[in-house]
């Protein structure tokens, strides 16, 4: 059977777990399982703790996993990137007491908190910078108050973490992290494993797109398709009438109804736009 690691807990765990079951394979009913076995598919799932998935994959213990990006980077192991998953998207980002920090220069010779060490660490390291890196397990915004650091180093959502903690973000990003899809770096993949992965492709392309049908008078077909140009091409089948055409693509699902405004000053009509449940491309 193949084995795949996914988040037991924390922001990953959820989104993980319902792109595998939208894929089609079983997932654990309680949060207390720690191993489900989906026999039809061949396939074992493992719920880890997010930050052991990359060590697991590293070993080859485990086919594949859902990690993280700065997780994955901060793990060391040796583990790769295979496909990012367009969930749980955050950015890593240095922050200090207002006025105290205004560039990544200003880090020099002072004490960062943080629960990625290496990842800051490197960061650091790469950037000429000289400052000693104190290790949280979390809650590192509270680490200043308490006199443990001078500058923080987390996980940025919409920041409101940190701005409550009375923090300043500063510098550029040092990373900009989502969910992915990781694989043993050393090892040729399994013929299931791509099984599985264009499964996930294939729900993540149906959640990226809709399906545009409408009718458009033939004159104008040029014109309609150069606005929906589909990902190979579009279908196009005669209306009984004649002069009218039917037309079927593929769009972004962000763009749907700018996409139908366009279409309808070009003249087409009856235009719907359908979700799509899954796909194979
Ligand atoms: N608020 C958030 N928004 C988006 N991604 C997040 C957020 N918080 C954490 N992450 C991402 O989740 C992963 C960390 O997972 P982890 O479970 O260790 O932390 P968590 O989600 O905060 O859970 P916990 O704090 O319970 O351990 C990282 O990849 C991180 O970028
Ligand atoms: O920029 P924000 O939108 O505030 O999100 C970022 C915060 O979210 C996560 O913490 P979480 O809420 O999971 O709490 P914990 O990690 O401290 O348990 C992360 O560790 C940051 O602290
Ligand atoms: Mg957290």
Known sequence: MLRIALPNKGSLSEPAIRLFSEAGYRQRRDTKELL?????????????????????????????????????????????????????????????????ASSLADIDGKRVATSYDVLVGNYLTSHGINA??????????????LGVADVVADVVETGST?????????????????????????RAHHD?????????????LARQYALMDYD?????????????????????????????????????RRDTNRVMDKLYETGAKAILVTSIEACRL
């Open 216 to 252: 458009v008078p033939a004159d104008r077909l040029d014109e309609a398709v150069k606005v929906t140009p589909g990902l190979e091409s579009p279908t196009v089948s005669p209306l009984h009438d004649g002069t009218w055409l039917a037309v079927r693509a593929m769009v972004p």
């Open 132 to 145: 000693s890196v104190v290790h949280l397990d979390g809650a590192v915004e509270t680490s200043v108050d």
């Open 36 to 100: 489900c076995r989906d026999h039809d598919n061949g396939v074992e799932f493992f719920y880890l703790r997010p930050r052991d998935i990359a060590v697991y994959v590293g070993e080859g213990t485990v086919d594949a996993g859902i990690t993280g990006r700065d997780l994955l980077l901060d793990s060391g192991a040796a583990a790769s990137e295979h496909r990012s998953l367009g969930f749980a998207r955050s950015t890593f980002r240095f922050a200090a007491p207002a006025g105290t």
């Open 192 to 204: 299931e494993f791509e099984v599985v992965d264009r499964r996930i492709k294939g729900v993540l």
């Open 162 to 186: 940190l701005r409550a903690a009375g923090l300043d973000i500063f510098g550029d990003p040092i990373l900009t992290s989502e969910a992915v899809l990781i694989t043993p770096a050393e």
